[in-house]
């Protein structure tokens, strides 16, 4: 689950972390108001205006601008309030923006001695520990630094037997070419960032920039937060920070209804029961020259009402142009299957595109008797090769 900017910098700045300070509006009345309280409480005289959405490049799409006086703070906000804001990590439609962060000026109006660097800290999945990832570039896109100067980004693992470990966090503060008071901040900051990770079971912090003021405080400046949503029963308070305007409604649609699913943008709709038989037919799919347009996973205890559900949320998909149903009965029955792809045809109405059902396991006999004594336009086959050029000759 992620959080927005000025989600994951409360959650940072209770582990301790020292954050730029903010507060995040709806509207430019709000904007001006939260920009007054920043100056009373901060004494900042300029104000960075930030749109909340889950994408990084906000800048880059013209979401993050500074202000100068009142005057600016409302127009800015007017401007990034309700546009669809377009990076490099949205849809060429961009993102709605429903939300600004009024965040106070930590530059100092651009004071030369301020540094920025990159921090993140995520699972290095290759050794099993959690890894701190550093460079001096910060404000830049990692990717590029990693790629062009890989000489200048670091890594530090943690042994998760004994933790982050004091000398590691002096490690860092050296390699990023610190000295004292601003060192002495640093280690403090690691220190506290791996402390927040680690106690709110997330699977990402990313903070660039990291900045280093001009008066040796350092800050998170930025923040990305990514929480696992497996761990999310254990930190209830959590949960309920989901934005759910920015995610894809269809797969929190399908989420309410007990199923896994991700869109993906090819032409054949996948159910399936079982992660691994859904990358498989996604797979088989691909072999035969289509596109998988979804992954969807009815689970094991698939029920007939589970299955119709699954068919409307694939068919809200115009793109799709075949179905394969692809389902191994070891815990869900087969024919409480077949009875669901009865019982969507006759609640949907007539499914205008080809459909493949490929019903193995538990009461597969029983299954395949009630589809075709149903009487619906459906192909029934046994094989998985036998699927495949099903989809190939629909796709012809």
């Known amino acids: 689950m992620n959080l927005h900017e000025y989600q994951g910098k409360e959650l940072l700045n209770s582990f301790g972390v020292r ?13 001006v108001k939260a920009a007054e309280k920043l100056n009373k409480d901060t ?27 009142l005057d600016q703070v409302k127009s800015i906000s007017q401007d990034i309030l309700g546009m669809y804001l377009i990076t490099p990590q949205t ?9 600004v962060l009024i965040a106070e000026d930590v530059y100092y109006h651009g004071e030369s001695e301020t540094d920025e660097y990159y921090m993140s800290v995520l699972l290095n999945r290759a050794t099993g520990r959690n890894m701190i990832m550093y460079s001096t ?15 200048l980004i670091f890594t530090e693992e943690v042994d998760p037997s004994i933790g982050l470990q004091s000398f590691q966090c002096r490690k860092i503060a050296f390699n990023l070419g ?20 680690v106690n709110t079971d997330s699977s990402l912090f990313e903070i660039n920039p990291v900045l280093k003021t001009s008066d040796n405080k350092i800050m998170a400046v930025d923040s990305k937060v990514s929480l696992d949503d497996n761990a999310l029963y254990r930190h209830k308070e959590y949960a309920l ?27 054949v709709g996948c159910m399936v029961n079982g992660a691994g038989l859904a990358m498989a ?19 094991g205890t698939a ?84 699927a495949a050029d099903k989809v190939a000759e629909v796709l012809a």
């Open 19 to 31: 954050i730029q300070r903010g507060i995040v509006v709806s509207t430019s009345e709000e904007a």
């Open 43 to 69: 004494g900042t005289s300029w104000w960075v205006i930030k749109a909340q959405i889950h994408a990084g490049g906000r800048g880059k799409g013209g979401g993050v601008k500074l202000a100068k006086s």
């Open 91 to 99: 849809s060429e439609k961009g993102k709605l923006v429903n939300q």
């Open 137 to 151: 570039e910060g404000g830049m896109d990692i990717e590029t630094v990693a790629e062009e100067t890989p000489h």
């Open 178 to 197: 610190l000295s004292g008071l601003a060192f002495k901040e640093m280690t403090k900051f690691v220190s506290s960032l791996y402390l927040a990770y």
């Open 241 to 267: 920070l989901r934005d759910k305007r920015e995610e894809d409604q269809t797969e929190v649609e399908a989420a309410e209804y007990g199923l896994n699913f991700v869109k993906l943008d090819g032409n």
């Open 281 to 299: 037919t996604m797979d088989i799919i691909k072999m035969a020259g289509g596109n998988p347009a979804n992954f969807l996973d009815v689970g």
């Open 303 to 386: 029920d007939a009402k589970r299955v119709e559900q699954a068919f409307r949320i694939i068919l809200k998909d115009d793109g799709v142009k075949a179905i394969l149903v692809n389902i191994f009965g070891g815990i869900v029955r087969c024919d409480r299957v077949a009875q669901g792809i009865v019982d969507a045809y006759k609640n949907i109405g007539e499914i205008n595109v080809p459909l493949i059902v490929r019903l193995q396991g538990t009461n597969a006999s029983e299954a395949k008797k009630l589809i075709d004594d149903s009487g619906l336009k459906v192909e029934s086959v046994i094989l998985l090769q036998e």
